[in-house]
């Protein structure tokens, strides 16, 4: 009888333990409307990716570094990409045609308030940095440090959906958990 209430004791705990940390992953989660960064961003994409000379190349869609992060380590590479558009790719991208600009504007501001969000689940110490999330963001910058500065900005403004529709999936599988 001994052995079932420990076994149900410790049950128990690791159910309150799992709840606990769904709790603090849906606390993480990005309340934005991708939906409208989207759009912003099909609305631009043809007319960025035609200035991308280097076609052959990329930053963010090699398949290993996004398809395999570990979903406990989300949270942090998506702090960490959204600090890499904000602090280099948007700095560093030079848009003559203002419609343009006004929209990776907005894509900009928003990823400013998913920043703010994240760095609060940080503060929180809901968003872990393991080696691996460190490392999958270190391939992305070292894949933008081999081009150009301009060319690696638009690039990267070309990529942006792969980055989007990662974010989209993971915030679905977090918010389905």
Not at 123 to 152: K, P
Not at 162 to 173: G, N, P, R, S, T
Request: with cysteine.
């Amino acid at each position: 009888m001994k052995l079932l209430d420990v076994s149900l004791w410790l049950l128990g705990a690791v159910l309150i333990s799992c709840s606990v940390h769904t709790r603090g992953l849906r606390r993480c989660l990005i309340s934005t409307d991708m939906h409208h960064i989207e759009e912003s961003f099909q609305e631009i994409k043809r007319a960025i990716q035609a200035q991308d000379t280097f076609q052959n190349v990329t930053i963010l869609s090699t398949s290993e570094t996004l398809q395999s992060v570990k979903p406990s380590d989300t949270c942090c590479v998506t702090k960490n990409l959204l600090a890499f558009y904000v602090d280099r790719v948007f700095k560093d991208h030079r848009e003559p045609n203002p419609r343009i600009l006004r929209k990776i504007s907005s894509i900009a501001n928003a990823f400013l308030y998913m920043q703010r969000t994240l760095r609060r689940c940080q503060e929180q110490r809901l968003c872990h940095c393991r080696q691996e999330a460190t490392n999958a963001t270190r391939i992305v910058h070292d894949n933008y440090d081999q081009l150009e500065i301009r060319s690696a900005a638009v690039k990267s403004l070309g990529e942006l959906d792969v980055f989007l529709a990662w974010i989209d999936k993971h915030h679905q599988d977090t918010s389905a958990a």
